[in-house]
Every structure is written in C-alpha cells, then in structure tokens.
C-alpha cells in the first residue's frame, strides 16, 4: 500500500514532496529559491550528524541523510528533467545558473572527511554484522564512493578537486546544448518537388507540415532523426543526401558556428578527467570509472571488445563487399560514398528479402504498438498498465499506473515524440524511487523519453520496427526501476546497479519484438488494420542479422575509442588537443572498423554518451550487458521450446524475482547466477547475430 511522504513546508511546487511532481505549477523562478532551500538544509544537517559525539547507528545516521538527500535529488531531478524536454532559453538559464552551487555541494559532501568517518565508523562497528546484506553492501558502497569524491585527499588539495567536479558538470551542460542548438539551427527547404523522390509520404508530409509551422513553402528537412533518417535511407537525391549527412556529421564542431563548437569541451573534459583520476591515485579515467563495474581493469574490457572484434570483423567484411558490390552494379553508386552507405544498404535490403523498413513501418501504429508492449508485460509479469492522471511538461505526453493484484506497483510518463526543444535519444530516468520512508513506502515513478515521428495528417503516427525495439529498449530500464522490491533507496531499482550491467534488462527487452506471437498482437496496418502478414515477418527474420557484423564492428569502434581515450595518462598536459582525439579514433578504426568517413567528419563533437551522459570509459557496457541480455534470453527460448510463445510466467516470475527485484542490493554477476544458475557465456549473443561458429 502506497504512503506519501510528509506535507510540503511552503507554496513552492518544487517543495511538495506529497505525491507527483506538480509540473503544471513548476516556472523557472521557484528552481532557485527550492534548492538553495533544500542545499541549506542537507548542510545543516550533516554539520548536525557530524558534530554528534555519539556512535553513529543506521537509524540515527543513515536514515536521516537518506531522506534529506533524497529530496535534494527529486527536487533537481525535476529540474533537469525539464532542461531535457523542454530547453527553451528560461529553463536553460535557470538550470546552468543552479549548476555549479549543486554540483558544489555534491563535491562538497564527497569530500567532507567527518561525514566519512561517520560512515567508516558505523561500516567498522558492531552494528554492521547485524544490518542486512544488503544495507552491508550500501555501507560499503559509501565507504568506497567517498574515496573516488576524494575524501581522503589532503586538505589543500580538496578544493581543486571540487572545482574540477563542478566545471566537469558545466561543460557536460554544455556539450547537450551545443549539440541541440546544431541540430536545429540545420534544415534543408526543399522547392523543387523532384527532389523528394524515393522519401516515403509520412516523412514528405512531416516535412511539409515543419515548413509550414515555419511559415515557409515547400517541405523542411532537419537533422532530428524522424526527419534525417528517412532522407538518408529512402531519398533517390544523391546531392540532398550529400548535403545531409555533412550538416549532421559536423555539428557542433569548428566547422560551424564557433559558439557551439564541442572540440574544445571535449579537450578540456578529458583532461579534467585525468587530472581527477590522477589527484586519486589512478593511472587514468578508466581505471577510476571501473572501480564500481562488474568489469576489473581496462585490459580486461579491451581483451573482451578485441575478442569479439575478432569474430564480428570477417562477418563486417563480408557485409561490406556485398554492400559495394551491389551498390556498383545495381546502382551506380562507384564508389560507395558515407552518404550512400543507408540507401544502397535499404536497396540492398529490398532486393535480397522482397521487402522495405518503410513497408514494415506501416503495420506499427502508436496505439497497436503500445497495446502490444503492455501485453508482453503483463504475460510475463502478471502486471496491469492502466491510464492515469498527471500534470505533465507537455499536452503531448501520456502517463500510467501499473498494478499488481489491484496494488499499485508504481507509475510512469510517457513522451515519445520528437520536439526542437528536446534533446534528441531515448532514455529512462528516475521522477520517484522506491523507498521506505517514515511515513510509509513510497512507489517509484519513472520518465520514458523517446524522439520518435508525431501523427501526421489525421493517421496515428506509425513506428518503424527500430522505433519499436528502442521503445521496448527504454521500457526495459523503466522496468527494472519500476518492479524493484528494494525498500533501501541506495539500491533500489537502477540505483546502485553497476553501469555494465544496467543495459541487461532493457536490451532483454528488445528480444520480444522478433517474435511472432509478440508481432501478432502489437501489428495493424493503418490504413487496413490488418495485422502483419506472415510472409513479411519471415522475411523481416530472415534479414533479422542483415549487416549485423557492420553494425557490430561499428559498436566496438565507439566502446574501444571511449575506452582509450580515458586510458591514456595526461594530466597536468592541459586541454587534449582535437586533433589527438581524431588521431585516436582513426588508429581505433584501423584495428577494428571497414567503413572510414571522410576526414572532416566530426563523430566525437556529438558524442553525448560519454562526454554528457556518464558513459565515460563505460561505453562498453552496451556490449558487456548484451552478453548477459541475450544469455538471459536464452532462458526464455528454452522454456518456451515447442510451446509456440516465448512469453513463459514462470520464467517471467524468476527474471523480476532474480533481476528486476533485487536492484542493486547484490552485485549483478549474482543477480544473473541466481537467474541463470551459471556463469554468463557469449555463445548466445553471437547466435542471436548471426555470428556463432559453424
């Protein structure tokens, strides 16, 4: 039974914690005065707890900063919501001129010596063999996180150290907003009616519908993906596609505008980074953002990303020589140029399985798709998903309640439409965690974001099969946030899950969008209503792994780049050079890519995930927990075999008992054990790729 926390202390929304936040009353200036509030009091009370000569307890030590620092957190956690979805100027203003005093604090805490011998202490005392296993794992967790805040720095070493937290936490700001402000500040207006052959008509009326919410004639074409990836698949325009690709392939870089230029973000972020790791003992970033990973070093996960490199890359070659094979003979296209790669790919696509994405894409309406999404949950979980009531951010966004057996298990807001002033991906983030507090347990709710195509002209929006297996993807993350019955907010849900192994139910997900029984129930085509056809299914699974050693490969290129790039010592060196990162990213390229762009492509200045998402020298970690995803699907295979739907309860019930549940209150390699009754092993995913050995 759900229990709301304790009344709000004044008229400001940002205050009221008794229930949902309150967005329909959020305004920019309430950000200021709330959190300096809530900074205020979280200092008062860890001078309090600190000054206490008592022997610090869970309860009187524990407890109390958990509850404080979780208002903190909810209260900023709106506010960056709200500088995602929607960064118009007042929001962007309002949430970097609070940065720096809240990433300050934070700094200010993982530094602050008495606070962690508090912790040392009560970890040490003898009241740590009675607590359970899991409030265990929480202390020493803590133990172990102040000393990567630097905590057991020398005095006057600290405040250089907390400076670099906060100018690290401003550049990632920064890095978002430049590369949103590049991407819209590109479009592509097209007069001559010609110039959209091949574009398939939801993706031309889209455009016709931007340029005239622009007040301009004829269609508009912009680098949000809804908008950019039909023109680099489907266009006939070699020139249009030409022009594309470039604007999308330097943004933000210094071959635009100079105020939104990343390359000198990206220098002066890393070698911050390897000053921080090297103020902490550490030969480099890597090795510090390892330190709470399943992973052990960075040898280990370069071995593991070289390992599969070497059986992923004859398969990419081979893809690639049937890709520029085609291309010259079918085409025309001889060469093969980057901005062709999509097209000759899809054409590829159409003439080796009879079949279009953008045929596909018809039977994926919004309402079907969702129907269907709610449907696998519920087969696996035993859960419902039932509309409910919320203010919300935008008229556009939907939100739902899940329930179990009647009970309410938690709620969560769906926006799944692109917008200019959203930033562009897919995520899943926390609104509310679940937790016990003293006035009862509160029920997690979570924020589901996508960029996918809004309806357009009276038809809902459709989906293409990608859009379904993101969706699928995200809902995966809100699920493990959603179904946990960890009532300790440290690892609850996501929280305190390793990074490598937080991709592991979202991309388990993904698996039930191949299957039949799954595709039957979430497919009418939306003019027809017809469910998708038999046929065309087993030509979508018979290209299931079209290119998959390309896409693979492709993959490996990012994690191995991230992963070197934070492993290479420099601090003290000042910024790293733009053209250093390049040369980096080329040598990675040599060693394991078969597709190079051209010289004055700009990839780094728009990789959000590791210099603005926290993916820092964990990019891997997509490839890490898809070992673990398709190994634990696997499971559903077996228990599924001759049954005619993979969507088994029993072993649904095991998977949220054994993973989903558990959060983070045991290290993942044992959530997984528990699940699987073995040690993971790659063979699986490689079968799924189409890469096992034969």
Known sequence: MTQTSAPAASGNPLLDFSGLPRFADIRPEHVAPAMRQLLDENRALIERLTADPATPTWDTFVAPMTEAGERLGRAWGVVGHLHSVMDVPEWRETYNALLPEVSRFFAEVGQNLALFRKYKA???GPEYAALSPTRRLILDHEVRDFRLSGAELPDELKPRFKDIQEEQSQLAAKFSENLLDATNAHEEL??????????PEDARALARASAEAEGKPGWRFTLHMPSYLPVMQYADSRALRERMYRAYAVRASEQGAPEWDNGPLIGRILALRAEEAKMLGYASFAEVSLVPKMADTPAQVL???????????????????ELKAFAGAELG??????????????KLRQSRYDYSDQEVKQYFPEPKVLDGLFGVIRALYGVDILPDEAPSWDADTRFFRIEKDGDTVGHFYLDLHARPTKRGGAWMDSARSRHRTPHGTETPVAYLVCNFPGAVGGKPATFSHDDVLTLFHECGHGLHHLLTRVEDLAVSGIHGVEWDAVELPSQFMENFCWEWDVLQGMTAHVD??????????????????????????RQLEFSMFDLRLHSEPGAGAGPVPVERVMALL?????????????????????????????????????????????????????AGAGKGSLLDAETGARFWREILAVGGSR??????????????????????NGMART
């Open 528 to 553: 027809s209503g017809e469910p998708l056809p038999r046929a065309l299914y087993d030509k979508m699974i018979a290209a299931k792994n079209f290119q998959s050693g390309m896409q693979t490969v």
């Open 122 to 124: 009560l970890r040490d």
């Open 667 to 688: 290290p993942a390699i044992e959530s997984f054990k528990a699940f699987r009754g073995r040690e993971p092993r790659v063979d699986a995913l490689l079968r799924h």
């Open 586 to 638: 080329d040598e990675v390229r040599r060693e394991v890519a078969v597709l190079f762009p051209p010289a004055w492509h700009r990839f780094p200045h728009s990789f959000s995930h590791i210099f603005a998402g926290g993916y820092a020298a964990g990019y891997y970690s997509y490839k890490w927990a898809e070992v673990l995803s398709a190994d634990a699907f696997e499971a559903f295979e077996e």
């Open 303 to 321: 071995a593991f990303l070289r390992e599969l490199a070497a059986r992923a890359r004859p398969f990419a070659e081979r893809d690639l020589a």
């Open 190 to 199: 097209i007069t001559d009616e010609s110039e959209l052959a091949g574009i």
């Open 333 to 346: 296209l001889d060469p093969l140029q980057p901005w062709d790669v999509a097209y000759a790919s899809e």
